[in-house]
C-alpha cells in the first residue's frame, strides 16, 4: 500500500486549492498565474518569428513546438503550440514586445487571449413554423398556434427566438424563398403588432426570405449554411447593418449525412468558421455569433468531439451558439421529446459550465431551470 496520496487538480478555480492548502494570501493572486497552464495553437507564423517565439519560451522554462523543418528552412511557415503557465506566457509576450517581425502584434494577442472573460449562456427558443421539421414538424405550422408557442418559450425565460420557416434536418429539401415568406408573415406581423421586444432570428439559407424579415424589423439572420447556398446572404445583411448567425455546415442538408469525412472536425470547422468571419467583416457586418453546427455534416464521433472542445471555439472572438436539442446525436430515434429534452439538458451541462454564450433549445423551461441550479 502506497504511503502517499496523490490526486490531479483539474477543472477547479485554482485560487480556491490553494487557500485550502494555507497558501500565503498575500500572494495567492499572483501566484494563481503560475499554476495555471495553457497550450495555444497559433498559425503561419515566419521561419523567424517561429524561431525567436520558441528561443523566448525557453528562456522562461516554457516551450513551444514548431514544424521539424523551421530549422533547415525547408518551408516558409509553421503553425506552432506555445504551451506553459499563465505567468509564463505573458513574461514571454512582454519580451516578444521588443523583438522585431511584428512579433509585438502578437505579444498584444497573447495577452488579450490570456485575460479571463466571464462568460454566461443565454437561451435562444426555437419556434419551427414548418410541417416537416425534425422533432415538431406541423405542430406551429397553424399562425394561431406560432403565436400562442412565441410567447409561451418568452414567459419560459427566452433570451431569444429563433424562428424557422424551413425545415434543413439531414435529407431534406429546399423550400423556395416565396413559401418562406408566405409563412413568415402572419409571425412577424403579430411580432410587431404586439411589440414583442425580445431579439428575433430568421433561420433562412436565402438572401430574399433575409431581404423580407429585415425590412420587417428584424435584426438577426441565421444562415445553417454559412453563406454557402446564397452568395448575397451577406451583402443582404451588411446593407440593412443587421447581425449574422453563421453556422458551419458540409454540405447542404440534402447531403450532407452521406458519411462525411474530417481529419481533424475541431481544427476544420474552427478554420472554416475564421474564414466566413473575416468574409462578413469584410462585408462591415459587426454582430456576429458562430456555430460549429452539431449535426450538420458531421458523424457523431464527431459532434461529441466538438461539444468536448467548445472553449477552443472562443478564440474566434465572437459568441459562440451551440444547438443539440432534440438532435440525433441523442441516439433516440422514436419521437419521444420529452426523453430528448432530458438528454439535451444533460449534454447542455457541461456547456453551460464552460460559458458558451448561446443555447439553441426546444424545451427553455427546462434549460432555464438548468441554469438556475448551476
Request: charged share 25%; aromatic share 8%.
Amino acid at each position: 500500500m502506497s504511503s502517499f496520496l496523490l490526486k490531479e487538480v483539474s477543472g477547479v478555480d485554482i485560487t480556491e486549492e490553494l487557500e485550502q492548502i494555507g497558501f500565503d494570501r498575500c500572494y495567492i493572486n499572483q501566484a494563481s498565474d503560475k499554476f495555471r497552464y495553457k497550450n495555444i495553437k497559433i498559425y503561419n507564423l515566419s521561419l523567424p518569428q517561429a524561431n525567436i517565439l520558441k528561443q523566448t519560451a525557453l528562456v522562461f522554462g516554457a516551450d513551444c513546438a514548431v514544424n521539424r523543418d523551421v530549422i533547415t528552412g525547408n518551408i516558409e511557415k509553421s503553425d506552432v503550440i506555445l504551451c506553459g503557465s499563465c505567468s509564463q506566457l505573458k513574461k514571454i509576450a512582454q519580451k516578444l514586445k521588443n523583438q522585431p517581425f511584428k512579433l509585438k502584434s502578437l505579444a498584444d494577442e497573447i495577452c488579450e487571449f490570456l485575460e479571463e472573460k466571464e462568460r454566461k449562456t443565454k437561451l435562444a427558443g426555437i419556434l419551427n413554423i414548418t410541417p416537416d421539421s425534425f422533432s415538431d414538424g406541423g405542430q406551429y405550422f397553424n399562425p394561431e398556434n406560432a403565436q400562442r408557442h412565441l410567447i409561451s418559450l418568452i414567459e419560459d425565460g427566452a433570451d431569444m427566438i429563433d424562428i424557422g420557416a424551413e425545415s434543413t434536418r439531414p435529407y431534406s429539401q429546399p423550400v423556395s424563398p416565396e413559401v418562406q415568406i408566405e409563412r413568415l408573415k402572419p409571425i412577424l406581423d403579430f411580432v410587431q403588432k404586439e411589440n414583442v421586444r425580445i431579439p428575433i432570428s430568421i433561420d433562412t439559407r436565402s438572401s430574399a426570405v433575409a431581404e423580407f424579415v429585415l425590412n420587417k424589423g428584424v435584426f438577426l439572420i441565421n444562415d445553417v449554411s454559412g453563406f454557402d447556398y446564397d452568395s448575397q446572404m451577406p451583402d443582404i445583411i451588411s446593407r440593412y447593418n443587421a447581425g449574422v448567425i453563421i453556422q458551419h455546415s458540409k454540405g447542404s442538408p440534402d447531403i450532407m449525412q452521406n458519411r462525411p469525412v474530417y481529419k481533424n472536425v475541431v481544427e476544420e470547422v474552427f478554420l472554416e468558421l475564421k474564414r466566413k468571419i473575416n468574409l462578413a467583416e469584410e462585408k462591415g457586418i459587426k454582430h456576429i455569433i458562430a456555430d460549429p453546427g452539431i449535426g450538420f455534416g458531421k458523424s457523431s464521433e464527431d459532434n461529441f468531439k466538438i461539444l468536448d472542445r467548445i472553449e477552443e471555439f472562443y478564440a474566434l472572438n465572437y459568441p459562440i451558439m451551440v444547438g443539440v436539442s432534440r438532435k440525433s446525436i441523442l441516439g433516440i430515434k422514436n419521437n419521444d421529446n420529452a426523453l430528448k429534452d432530458s438528454l439535451s439538458a444533460a449534454i447542455s451541462y457541461p456547456l453551460i459550465q464552460k460559458g458558451v454564450d448561446f443555447l439553441r433549445v426546444h424545451n427553455i423551461g427546462l434549460h432555464r431551470k438548468l441554469i438556475s441550479v448551476i
